[in-house]
């Protein structure tokens, strides 16, 4: 008994045989159902239907994994939709996520490639986006976020570009966010403990930011309380 294409490798293929019906999918919108002798078999968009050639009469019998691996592309690309619904993603990264998901990696990149087609996948918008986002609201040093960019897959020039015209235009300066970020994470802090200044250095290490930098940041969040915090303080971790 023949298995699908590269997919669902313990399912059989569904037999061979007169396509009876072809109705909307009432669990997938936008989708058909294919009914073969009474049963419904695969699950296809339109388009495939009439690239395809099926219609009421017809037959599958011979052409079960070409209609399957149809059937398995459009799945995979379905679901890379709804996981862009949720939030944007890179195009490396969204192709290893539908992967993990149990997408087989054919059809994971044949997904990706037909979104960067139709423009609902692009490294260079995802990018500019995420940098916004996170050099704002979480800080992140232009260091971090390129080691981020980095590990989602986004190109190095991509994301050194996206990072140099999104600071200009926003008109980021990070001694100013990381002495504001210094700052908060040092209200609740005992500014007289030794372990202070080494907390608050890790702290906007892990943020990306360089050591000339925190220096500066640390002395400013701690000169509110009387302290002076010597230029050339150590590292250290919490």
């Not at 313990?10 to 999918?25: F, K, Q």
């Not at 971090?144 to 570009?161: F, Y």
């Not at 890790?202 to 050591?211: D, I, N, P, T, V």
């Amino acid at each position: 008994m023949r298995r699908r294409p590269n997919a669902d490798l313990d399912t059989p293929l569904p037999a061979g045989g007169t396509i009876t019906e072809i109705v909307a999918s009432p669990r997938a919108p936008g989708r058909f159902s294919v009914l073969v002798d009474g049963k419904a078999a695969h699950t296809l968009g339109l388009g495939a239907i009439e690239r395809l050639g099926l219609a009421v009469g017809a037959t599958t019998l011979g052409r079960e994994e070409i209609i399957a691996r149809e059937e398995s592309a459009l799945r995979a690309y379905d679901r890379a939709v709804m996981m862009l619904a949720a939030r944007g993603r890179a195009a490396k990264d969204l192709e290893r996520q539908l992967v993990r998901k149990g997408e087989p990696s054919e059809f994971a990149r044949l997904a990706v490639e037909r979104l960067v087609s139709e423009g609902f996948v692009n490294d260079e918008s995802y990018a500019r986006s995420f940098i916004r986002s996170k050099s704002a609201g979480a800080g992140l040093a232009r260091f971090r976020l390129k080691q981020e960019l980095g590990r989602q897959g986004v190109d190095r020039r991509i994301a050194d570009e996206a990072i140099a015209e999104v600071f200009e235009e926003e008109e980021v300066d990070e001694v100013a966010t990381a002495s504001a970020l210094a700052a908060k994470r040092a209200r609740p802090l005992d500014p007289h403990h030794p372990g202070t200044q080494r907390r608050l250095y890790a702290f906007l290490a892990r943020k990306g930011y360089s050591h000339d930098v925190i220096v500066l940041a640390v002395a400013s969040a701690l000169s509110g309380h009387g302290m002076e915090v010597p230029s050339d303080s150590p590292e250290g971790e919490a």
